[in-house]
């Protein structure tokens, strides 16, 4: 036996899952598991990436200025307030390592992100999970949850698998509803797919306890670059700072994500192309009779008869080329996540499943 342990919590940590992204002797696989951009890399991105490639000699700047004064013009927010990281999780993990440690509860829901009860692990915090409501999140379930030891709420809105958004009044009542020294963290990754919502960006502006996540690996196409950032009260932020190592970001990652939210064009034609093929995909799946919720994010959450109904369909989709999602992991073993494609991807995805259901 070694005298060498690990940290409390370390060993509850279960390994990350990725989802898969080959079929063995295909190489026309669709890979509609991991909420990717069917668009691609914008240009600009690209084109900033070459410029900087020649650079990367040079330590990148520490401030990240250029990149939150971007971000900070686009969104209207105050770049002093906002801190960037390598993809949303970093910032995620400053602050539940700031706030919580050994003895300190973070409340995370039913069917929130993965990630959560493994951050709040690593700080040797409890996680606390709380149901949900009909795949939806219930305020005043999260409420009744909260003790003496919360230290924070980790929230996805709109959800991850499920889709689903909680209205700006239910989210105004959760921030209402929770004590001062209770951080809200709205982890608002697929906000921009969500046509009207801000994010949460007004109740970070406003409340000393509310921080929003971001990142640019969702519509902004740059999940393989890893830059996400944080907006929230400039206290709580002066305080993720001093978590975050000086050369976090690489001038490849700023030069790119500043090019890409800065690209209002993308952004529209992203949005648009996300609005008709969901609304597609969501019309098919019901007429094959599968359930699924009304999704504001850029996927679908499908639900089968029962598991096994569900691993049907997913070998069904296999044989025709296509990756999606099991989300038995996130208390759905009926369900299939199915990220939204392009005009052509959403096509073969119907038809797989249409030829499925017709037992072909
Ligand atoms: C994809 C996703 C993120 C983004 O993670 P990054 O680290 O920015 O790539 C954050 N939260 C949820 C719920 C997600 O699905």
Request: hydrophobic share 45%.
């Amino acid at each position: 036996m070694t005298l060498i342990t690990p940290q409390p919590g370390i060993m509850e940590i279960a390994l990350y899952q990725g989802g898969k992204s080959k079929i063995a002797g295909r190489d026309d696989v669709l890979k509609l598991s991991s909420n990717e951009n069917p668009l691609g890399v914008p240009p600009g991105a690209q084109a900033a990436i070459v410029a900087a490639a020649g650079q990367v000699h040079l330590y990148p700047s520490t401030d990240h200025a250029a990149l939150r004064g971007a971000i900070g013009a686009v969104h209207g927010l105050d770049p002093e307030r906002i801190i960037c990281g390598v993809g949303s999780d970093e910032v995620l993990q400053f602050v539940t390592q700031a706030y919580a440690g050994p003895g300190d509860e973070i409340i995370h829901t039913e069917h929130g992100f993965s990630m959560y009860p493994v951050l709040t692990h690593m700080t040797g915090a409890t996680p606390v999970r709380v149901p949900e409501a009909g795949r939806r999140v219930d305020v005043d379930a999260i409420l009744d949850a909260v003790t003496a030891r919360t230290r924070m709420v980790l929230l996805t809105n709109p959800g991850n698998p499920t889709g689903t958004l909680l209205a700006d009044e239910e989210l105004l009542r959760l921030a209402d509803g929770l004590p001062e020294r209770v951080i809200l963290v709205i982890d608002a990754a697929y906000a921009e797919f969500a046509e009207g919502y801000d994010g949460g960006a007004a109740l970070a502006t406003e409340r000393p306890n509310v921080l929003m996540t971001r990142t640019f690996s969702k519509i902004y196409g740059l999940g393989g670059l890893r830059v996400g950032w944080g907006y929230g009260p400039q206290e709580m932020i002066d305080v993720l700072r001093r978590l975050r190592q000086p050369f976090n970001l690489s001038e490849l990652q700023m030069a790119a994500a500043e090019a890409a939210v800065r690209d209002a064009d993308w952004l529209r034609d992203c949005v648009a192309l996300n609005r008709d093929q969901r609304a597609r995909l969501t019309g098919a799946l019901r007429q094959l009779g599968l359930a699924c919720d009304d999704s504001e994010t850029n996927f679908v959450l499908a639900r089968f008869a029962d598991a096994a109904e569900a691993e049907a369909a997913d070998r069904a989709l296999q044989a025709a080329g296509i990756l999606v999602r099991g989300v038995g992991g996130y208390g759905f073993p009926e369900g299939l996540r199915i990220t939204v494609g392009d005009a052509d991807q959403t096509g073969r995805v119907i038809a797989a499943l249409s030829r499925w259901r017709e037992g072909g």
